[in-house]
């Protein structure tokens, strides 16, 4: 939540799509790769969404 205040937006690290449907490639029913990304994708934003203000300054 930190992150993406300041960020003015979600935090993404891949160009995915949070559904293949969405994706920007139109291609997404087809990737191989997207589970993964998406998984990974999920975790990241639970990390992130675990961060405080005192995290971000301690690093």
Known sequence: MIVECAEK?????F????????????KG?????WPILNKLQT???????TMTLKDIIEI
């Open 9 to 13: 937006k979600q935090t993404m690290v």
């Open 15 to 26: 160009e995915c799509s949070p559904s293949t449907q969405k994706c920007p490639s139109g």
């Open 29 to 33: 029913t087809y990737c191989r790769v």
């Open 43 to 49: 975790k990241i934003d639970l990390f992130l969404d």
